[in-house]
Every structure is written in structure tokens, then in C-alpha cells.
């Protein structure tokens, strides 16, 4: 049949794969012998898990749809540009906020918040570990590895931030042909008992020259506790981006995370959730904009690991042009969860001819009396809706952005900070400024 691969060319490929991998593994663990914070337990550790996984093999399932070819056979530098203040401000959100800024990965706390708040904020030890995957993949250890100092951020018990936490990441690229810089970025939160807290994630660039981010934010939320989560990534269209953020949360809390994906040539983001408590409320929802040649791809994991918890999950993609969207979601129900109630869903509005999704959502349930669901849709835009607006005298171009933005509000729109709101309209209408 056209288009299989006979015996020999699946080994040929399979061998060429593996080759690949071997050369980028060395490529990484020199970057690992140069990473900061030496003689690190938490770095070491996760760098053994990371030859023992390895990069993903030919035609692996999980990274069937994702290419890394120009990852494999990129040579990857730390990235070491300092940011001025005024280039700063020209990239942080105007929210009145707790900023945290990282620089190529790099705590700065010359363009930080003095004044903290309720949080305590400090580096990890050299020798301490930080909680073990939830969902384990090879980037997750890779960014865990090379990450400098992670950033252990502390909100006791009792304790309300009237104020959101802003987590700022500035990667830059380098001019230089030869080497493409790299970013880790690595946060550990611990929200105690009782308290509350809303976190904001924000990706930037500081120039248009590629470069690889790899960022990774593990929550763990304590009993009766209430957790707001937003990312925003905006990175320039030449930048690679793999994130897995993961959250342990107890019982009676309420808990919501929601990303907003507007940028990167390629782009991986992973949440991981685990419901350790009963009688918790969790929110996991993603927005994914791809354009050009871009491929976004979007993964969820939820553990419900206890008895009377709700989940939904809402992950939208509105793909343009040629661009490629992935998004696999998993739920699993354990045996003593009941009255688990689990709902998730994909939908996708293709707008290019070109355009294409590849979706998989699943379901593992080892309970009774549970009521779980998933489902997936994929359309273009009604020409029907089309045809009613443009009778009532809007042009074709303004029609069009209408509905888009209307598929989008669903998750815009709950967003709770007029000044995030502000800055992910204003992205989602640039990008579709050509459309």
C-alpha cells in the first residue's frame, strides 16, 4: 500500500532516530555540566531520570504528532542578556501585582517586587528535592536538570493575596548562527491551608532571534484553599517552548488554571492536576491560536484520586493558515473516587484551508457511580453566521473576527483581571489581524 514503509526503511528510520537522540542527549548533558547552581541533588537527580527516559523513539505515540527534528539537531547556549528597566516595563503587564522576574531563567531581583506580601520567597537549598512528576515525559526532567536555583514561593496558612502573584520569564535570542540560546524556568508553590491566591504566568521575548524555553511550575494546594492560575505565552514566532506545570491539590479547595497559548513556532504545554482530597472543585482550561507554519500542542493529565470531586476542562483551538494543533487529554478515575464527576472537551475552528488538528481525548475510569464525559469538535466558520452579519452591514473581515471572538469569549471572558484581559485580546486580535 502507497505510502507504508517496507522492513527495511522503518530500521533505517529507526536507526536514524536513535542516532539523532544520541547526538542531542550529549548536546544536553554538556549544557547540564554548565548549568548554574552546582553540586545540585534536585538537578541531579532529575538529569539521571532524564538518560534513563531518553528522547522520544521513532514514531513514539506520544510524540507522533509533534516533530522535533530541529530541536534534535539544534545546538543549544544559555542565554546570559541582561534586560534594562525600561525594556522591562515595556514587557510586563501594568497589573498592580507581586512580580517575580526571571531573566534567560535567572532570578533577577533588581527588576523584582521588594515588597512580597504574604508570599515568602527563596532559592531552593542545593541539596533539597522538589515533589516527584505527576505525569513524568522527557522535557519535564530535561528543564528540571537545567534549571539554575528553583524559586520555592511560600503562602501560610490562613493567608488571602489581595494582590496576584506575576510571574514574568524574559527569554532572549541570540544573533549567532551557530548556537540557539536556551531559558529554564522553575517555580515549587505551596499554598497552606485556608488560603488563597492567584498566580499569573507570563512568557515573553526580548527580540526576534529564536530560542528554546522550557519551563516548569509545580503547585501543591493545601486543604479548603482556593488557587487562580493563568498563562499567558507571547513568545516571537521563531521560539521553541516546552512547559509541564503540575498541581497536587487536597480536599474542599477550589482550583483553576487556564492557559492562553498565543505564540512560539513550536510550542508543547503540559498540566498535570492530581485530586488528592474529596470535595474539590477543578478548573483546567486551554486557548491555542496557531498561525503560519506554527504547531501548538496541548496535553492535560487528572488524577481523581478521591471520592465527591468535580472537574471540567474547556480546550479550544482556533488554527490558521498552515498551522497544526495537537491536544491529547487524559482522565483517570481510581477505584475509591466516587460521585466523581468529570467533564472534558476540545473544540477547534479551523480557519485555513491547511489548517489541521489532531485530538484524542480519553477516559480511564476504575470506579462506580461516577459521571464522566468527553468529547471533540472541529468545524469552520458557519457561513450561515457569516451571511447574517454581513446583512446587518458589517464588512466580511470584521464578520469573521466576530466570530472568532466569540468562539474564544468563552475563555476570555473569565478572566477576572481587566488588565490580562486587555493583553490577551489584544494578542488574539493581532493575530488574526491577517485573516
Same mark, same amino acid.
Given at each position: 500500500?502507497?505510502?507504508?514503509?517496507?522492513?527495511?526503511?522503518?530500521?533505517?528510520?529507526?536507526?536514524?532516530?536513535?542516532?539523532?537522540?544520541?547526538?542531542?542527549?550529549?548536546?544536553?548533558?554538556?549544557?547540564?555540566?554548565?548549568?548554574?547552581?552546582?553540586?545540585?541533588? /534536585?538537578?541531579?537527580? /532529575?538529569?539521571?531520570?532524564?538518560?534513563?527516559?531518553?528522547?522520544?523513539?521513532?514514531?513514539?505515540?506520544?510524540?507522533?504528532?509533534?516533530?522535533?527534528?530541529? %530541536?534534535?539537531?539544534?545546538?543549544?547556549?544559555?542565554?546570559?542578556?541582561?534586560?534594562?528597566?525600561?525594556?522591562?516595563?515595556?514587557?510586563?503587564?501594568?497589573?498592580?501585582?507581586?512580580?517575580?522576574?526571571?531573566?534567560?531563567?535567572?532570578?533577577?531581583?533588581?527588576?523584582?517586587?521588594?515588597?512580597?506580601?504574604?508570599?515568602?520567597?527563596?532559592?531552593?537549598?542545593?541539596?533539597?528535592?522538589?515533589?516527584?512528576?505527576?505525569?513524568?515525559?522527557?522535557?519535564? =526532567?530535561?528543564?528540571?536538570?537545567?534549571?539554575?536555583?528553583?524559586?520555592?514561593? =511560600?503562602?501560610?496558612?490562613?493567608?488571602?493575596?489581595?494582590?496576584?502573584?506575576?510571574?514574568?520569564?524574559?527569554?532572549?535570542?541570540?544573533?549567532?548562527?551557530?548556537?540557539?540560546?536556551?531559558?529554564?524556568?522553575?517555580? =515549587?508553590?505551596?499554598?497552606?491551608?485556608?488560603?488563597?491566591?492567584?498566580?499569573?504566568?507570563?512568557?515573553?521575548?526580548?527580540?526576534?532571534?529564536?530560542?528554546?524555553?522550557?519551563?516548569?511550575?509545580?503547585?501543591?494546594?493545601?486543604?479548603?484553599?482556593?488557587?487562580?492560575?493563568?498563562?499567558?505565552?507571547?513568545?516571537?514566532?521563531?521560539?521553541? /517552548?516546552?512547559?509541564?506545570?503540575?498541581?497536587?491539590?487536597?480536599?474542599?479547595?477550589?482550583?483553576?488554571?487556564?492557559?492562553?497559548?498565543?505564540?512560539?513556532?513550536?510550542?508543547?504545554?503540559?498540566?498535570?492536576?492530581?485530586?488528592?482530597?474529596?470535595?474539590?472543585?477543578?478548573?483546567?482550561?486551554?486557548?491555542?491560536?496557531?498561525?503560519?507554519?506554527?504547531?501548538?500542542?496541548?496535553?492535560?493529565?487528572?488524577?481523581?484520586?478521591?471520592? =465527591?470531586?468535580?472537574?471540567?476542562?474547556?480546550?479550544?483551538?482556533?488554527?490558521?493558515?498552515?498551522?497544526?494543533? %495537537?491536544?491529547?487529554?487524559?482522565?483517570?478515575?481510581?477505584?475509591?473516587?466516587?460521585?466523581?464527576?468529570?467533564?472534558?472537551?476540545?473544540?477547534?475552528?479551523?480557519?485555513?484551508?491547511?489548517?489541521?488538528?489532531?485530538?484524542?481525548?480519553?477516559?480511564?475510569?476504575?470506579?462506580?457511580?461516577?459521571?464522566?464525559? /468527553?468529547?471533540?469538535?472541529?468545524?469552520?466558520?458557519?457561513?450561515?453566521?457569516?451571511?447574517?452579519?454581513?446583512?446587518?452591514?458589517?464588512?466580511?473581515?470584521?464578520?469573521?473576527?466576530?466570530?472568532?471572538?466569540?468562539?474564544?469569549?468563552?475563555?476570555?471572558?473569565?478572566?477576572?483581571? &481587566? &488588565?490580562?484581559?486587555?493583553?490577551?485580546?489584544?494578542?488574539?486580535?493581532?493575530?488574526?489581524?491577517?485573516?
Amino acid at each position: 500500500m502507497a505510502g507504508l514503509l517496507t522492513n527495511s526503511e522503518r530500521a533505517e528510520k529507526r536507526a536514524q532516530v536513535v542516532a539523532l537522540n544520541e547526538q542531542a542527549m550529549a548536546r544536553f548533558a554538556a549544557l547540564f555540566e554548565k548549568r548554574l547552581g552546582e553540586n545540585s541533588l /534536585h538537578a541531579k537527580t /532529575h538529569w539521571e531520570i532524564a538518560q534513563k527516559v531518553g528522547l522520544p523513539a521513532f514514531r513514539h505515540e506520544d510524540w507522533h504528532y509533534t516533530p522535533l527534528d530541529n %530541536v534534535l539537531k539544534t545546538e543549544y547556549r544559555f542565554g546570559e542578556q541582561d534586560v534594562a528597566d525600561q525594556a522591562c516595563e515595556a514587557l510586563a503587564l501594568p497589573i498592580d501585582a507581586y512580580r517575580i522576574v526571571l531573566i534567560n531563567g535567572r532570578y533577577s531581583s533588581a527588576l523584582s517586587s521588594i515588597d512580597m506580601g504574604p508570599f515568602k520567597v527563596a532559592l531552593l537549598d542545593n541539596q533539597d528535592l522538589l515533589p516527584d512528576a505527576i505525569n513524568s515525559e522527557i522535557f519535564l =526532567h530535561l528543564t528540571e536538570s537545567l534549571a539554575g536555583q528553583p524559586l520555592v514561593i =511560600h503562602l501560610a496558612a490562613n493567608q488571602i493575596a489581595e494582590k496576584p502573584l506575576y510571574l514574568l520569564n524574559i527569554s532572549s535570542g541570540s544573533s549567532n548562527d551557530q548556537n540557539v540560546n536556551t531559558s529554564q524556568y522553575r517555580y =515549587h508553590i505551596t499554598l497552606d491551608a485556608n488560603s488563597k491566591a492567584q498566580v499569573i504566568e507570563h512568557f515573553v521575548s526580548l527580540n526576534d532571534y529564536g530560542h528554546m524555553t522550557g519551563s516548569r511550575l509545580t503547585v501543591e494546594v493545601g486543604d479548603n484553599a482556593q488557587f487562580s492560575h493563568f498563562k499567558l505565552n507571547t513568545e516571537n514566532n521563531q521560539a521553541q /517552548h516546552f512547559a509541564h506545570n503540575d498541581i497536587v491539590v487536597g480536599r474542599d479547595s477550589q482550583v483553576k488554571s487556564t492557559s492562553f497559548l498565543l505564540g512560539s513556532l513550536l510550542s508543547r504545554n503540559h498540566t498535570s492536576a492530581r485530586l488528592d482530597g474529596e470535595n474539590t472543585e477543578l478548573e483546567l482550561n486551554s486557548l491555542l491560536l496557531p498561525k503560519g507554519n506554527e504547531i501548538a500542542d496541548t496535553r492535560s493529565y487528572l488524577e481523581h484520586n478521591a471520592g =465527591h470531586c468535580n472537574s471540567r476542562q474547556l480546550h479550544k483551538v482556533i488554527a490558521m493558515d498552515n498551522s497544526k494543533a %495537537v491536544f491529547n487529554g487524559m482522565i483517570k478515575v481510581a477505584p475509591n473516587a466516587l460521585k466523581t464527576d468529570g467533564q472534558m472537551s476540545n473544540n477547534t475552528l479551523l480557519l485555513g484551508e491547511k489548517a489541521e488538528i489532531d485530538t484524542k481525548p480519553q477516559l480511564e475510569i476504575y470506579a462506580d457511580d461516577v459521571k464522566c464525559g /468527553h468529547g471533540a469538535t472541529v468545524g469552520r466558520i458557519d457561513d450561515e453566521q457569516l451571511f447574517y452579519l454581513r446583512s446587518r452591514g458589517i464588512d466580511g473581515k470584521a464578520a469573521k473576527h466576530m466570530i472568532i471572538i466569540a468562539f474564544a469569549a468563552e475563555l476570555t471572558e473569565s478572566i477576572d483581571s &481587566e &488588565e490580562l484581559k486587555n493583553a490577551v485580546m489584544a494578542n488574539i486580535r493581532q493575530r488574526l489581524a491577517e485573516v
